[in-house]
């Protein structure tokens, strides 16, 4: 019989259990064992209980994550508010805005006009020699 081996601690803690069973419906064959049986079914029990703790923090911990977001968002929604009424309270020009993280307005800058690139001219063509008229001379 092949057995894939566990890997994760609920599967380990499973195939323990499993193992624990026949051993202690076995105790009278294997009394010269029952002193190992016995601390093993200790250790089992307190694996066990760390395996419940653990799932009892990762749960409060999935719960303040959740906790952490859902705040984190209204706060963020408030501070929008705060910030935009600090805007109306100061006027938007004021430098006192940046004391609160706000950027005051300045005006607009201008673009710089640009011009649009002038065609080269072309060069005027080199003239070409003109063959002498033999009845011109």
């Given at each position: 019989m092949s057995k894939?081996?566990?890997?994760?601690?609920?599967?380990?803690?499973?195939?323990?259990?499993?193992?624990?069973?026949?051993?202690?419906?076995?105790?009278?064959?294997?009394?010269?064992?029952?002193?190992?049986?016995?601390?093993?079914?200790?250790?089992?029990?307190?694996?066990?209980?760390?395996?419940?703790?653990?799932?009892?923090h990762t749960a409060a911990k999935q719960e303040a994550s959740l906790q952490l977001r859902t705040s984190v968002t209204e706060c963020e929604r408030l501070a929008n508010i705060l910030r935009l009424a600090v805007k109306?309270?100061?006027?938007?020009?004021?430098?006192?805005?940046?004391?609160?993280?706000l950027q005051p307005f300045r005006g607009r800058k201008t673009k710089p006009v640009i011009e649009p690139p002038k065609p080269p001219t072309p060069s005027p063509a080199p003239e070409s020699p003109v063959p002498a008229d033999p009845t011109h001379e």
């Open positions: 894939k081996k566990e890997k994760s601690f609920k599967g380990k803690l499973g195939d323990l259990q499993r193992l624990l069973a026949p051993l202690a419906a076995n105790s009278a064959d294997l009394g010269h064992l029952e002193a190992t049986r016995t601390r093993f079914a200790d250790l089992l029990a307190q694996a066990e209980e760390a395996a419940n703790r653990q799932g009892i109306q309270h100061y006027g938007v020009r004021s430098e006192k805005l940046a004391e609160f993280g």
